[in-house]
């Protein structure tokens, strides 16, 4: 079935760049997606991008796809101390009309100021 | 309301004992899912809605966890004879179209 990979830990100074990478292995995956959880709270949806596109950029996120290493990579520019939380990659997995998203193990952000 | 909600936010129980956890879905989203969270651990799918299809129930653990959605809209995720190992957070998502699922706050689970 369907596997999505990332690392689990990431520390960043405050004003550095921080860059989380996600692996999968559904080459069908139509929606790729980025999660954010904060302590106690649920995920939120920080961004998508389609699988027919390589970058999609929304204010300090950019989202970088590499289809033919299935790759998945989320860059927070100007990282801030409220940056600091879980980051989940997912993917769609579409069979006969259902929608089914897997989710990575999540990789854990930590600034430093 | 405005988003997905949740309840309890965190219930404790003995081991043994049976639980209900409820989600109420945004309105007019035809999907439902959930997931368990456990400690330091990634999304779990547990159990998937969609419309008036059969649910997926792939991803349930075991037998002793069963999930229903009355008239389309609030889900009930039940344990029955609950053991420590069950202990985790359980989030609940609706979405409308594929490209976004909304997240409720989850109901943290302990079972002593």
């Known amino acids: 079935g369907e596997d999505v990979e990332q690392s689990l830990f990431l520390s960043v100074r405050e004003g550095d760049s921080s860059v989380i990478n996600c692996t999968y292995t559904d080459s069908s995956s139509t929606y790729l997606y980025w999660y954010k959880q904060e302590p106690g709270a649920g995920l939120q949806l920080l961004t998508y991008i389609f699988s027919n596109m390589d970058m999609k950029q929304d204010q300090r996120l950019t989202v970088l796809l590499n289809k033919k290493d299935k790759h998945l990579s989320l860059r927070i520019a100007d990282t801030q101390t409220g940056d600091s939380a879980i980051y989940f990659c997912a993917a769609l997995a579409t069979t006969s009309g259902t929608y089914k998203y897997i989710f990575g193990t999540g990789t854990r952000l930590k600034v430093l100021a | 309301g405005a988003g997905v909600s949740q309840s309890p936010s965190n219930k404790v129980t003995e081991k043994g004992k049976d639980v209900e956890l409820r989600c109420d879905p945004i309105?007019?989203?035809?999907?439902l899912y959930w997931y368990r969270q456990s400690l330091g651990q990634g999304l779990e799918f547990l159990i998937y809605f969609q419309g008036n299809s059969a649910p997926d129930k792939s991803g349930l653990p075991s037998d002793r966890f069963s999930a229903e959605r009355t008239g389309g809209s609030v889900s009930t995720l039940t344990i029955q004879r609950t053991q420590q190992e069950d202990s985790a957070v359980y989030l609940c998502?609706?979405?409308?179209?594929?490209?976004?699922?909304?997240f409720g706050p989850g109901t943290r689970l302990t079972v002593l």
């Open positions: 998502a609706s979405s409308l179209n594929p490209t976004e699922q909304f």
């Open positions: 309105s007019g989203h035809t999907a």
